[in-house]
């Protein structure tokens, strides 16, 4: 398990170095003139040429790209991702500000993801082909197709507009955390549970599952002892892929209900073409992502430990 670790983390290095430089490189290649924005967002509208020549001497933006790439990557081996174009204050403080709220909304997101869509999807293997099982599977659809952005206006019409239940925006407590998680959480929910009533389906079918039935074994048992277990290998891979859809969900959801995260700031940055900060946001966004792909192929060893992670992955 150790050198698989190792071996995952010395292969996640030049990775991280092919994304960083791909993001650098098609970030630089985007239309409009960094410098020009920069200059008229801080001096006013009606700026010189000798002002945007300043500015884009200040940012470095004069050099040549392979040394503006190498200067960049220099500063991200010390966390140092230069400075805002929009905001003039360093990236790396503008993130290490805005993480703790998107990592609150994400954390709540997937709590509510757990909670909810596992006792449904069981609930849905359960009473297979009768109605509780009908019922979950046409309301999955439904929300498995829904938009984000359109579900969120449905929660402020009724549960602001009307009912006057919670406040619309903002990060102030637990009440204004409550639509924003929902929001996010909604489609997850719906595909996980899915997933989950499919691979616990497959997995009554099987032999042993016979045998603990018919030696007596509660139901209960048998579904948390023997069949929950090994049909978790399929929904932590799937779990795993939803962090990074967290990330993306939480864009549009902090947008929506002003929410002061990682989201709102990329929208800020895609907005006012502040090039550093979009390239620090896609930078991190990547190395959570190799992050939890390694948890996820680690987290199979665990729940099946007929999956040999020192040899070859995946064999059995």
């Given amino acids: 398990m150790g050198r698989y670790i190792a071996r995952r983390l010395l292969v996640a290095i030049p990775t991280l170095l092919a994304l960083s430089f791909f993001i650098f490189a098609l970030v630089s290649a985007a239309p409009g003139d960094p410098a020009e924005e920069g200059a008229r967002r801080l001096e006013g509208t009606s700026v010189t040429d000798e002002q945007i020549e300043a500015f884009r001497r200040e940012l470095k933006l004069d050099r040549p790209f392979l040394v503006q790439y190498g200067s960049w990557l220099k500063g991200l081996a010390t966390a140092d991702l230069g400075l805002s174009f929009a905001k003039r204050r360093p990236v790396t403080t503008i993130i290490r500000e805005r993480l703790p709220a998107t990592a609150e909304l994400a954390a709540a997101a997937f709590t509510l993801i757990v909670v909810v869509a596992i006792p449904l999807g069981i609930l849905a293997a359960l009473f297979y082909r009768r109605w509780p099982d009908h019922l979950l599977r046409v309301l999955a659809l439904v929300f498995a197709s829904m938009p984000g952005f359109f579900f969120a206006y449905l929660l402020i019409i009724y549960l602001v507009t ?72 399929p929904l932590v891979t799937l779990l795993g892929g939803l962090v990074g859809g967290l990330l993306e969900g939480v864009v549009i959801t902090e947008v929506i209900f002003a929410w002061p995260g990682l989201g709102s700031l990329t929208f800020e940055a895609i907005s006012q073409r502040d090039y550093p900060m979009i390239q620090a946001v896609v930078l991190l966004a990547g190395a959570i992502y190799l992050l939890v792909n390694l948890i996820v192929d680690i987290s199979y060893g665990v729940l099946d430990p007929r999956i040999r992670l020192e040899g070859n992955v995946g064999r059995v």
């Fill in 162 to 233: 009307h009912l006057k239940l919670l406040p619309v925006a903002g990060r102030d407590g637990f009440d204004t955390l409550i639509m924003p998680a929902i929001t996010v959480a909604i489609g997850p929910t719906a595909v996980i549970s899915r997933l989950l009533r499919s691979s616990l389906l497959e997995v009554f079918g099987e032999d042993y599952i016979r045998t603990a039935r018919s030696k007596g074994v509660k139901q209960t048992m048998v579904v948390i002892r023997h069949s929950l277990r090994n049909a978790a290998i």
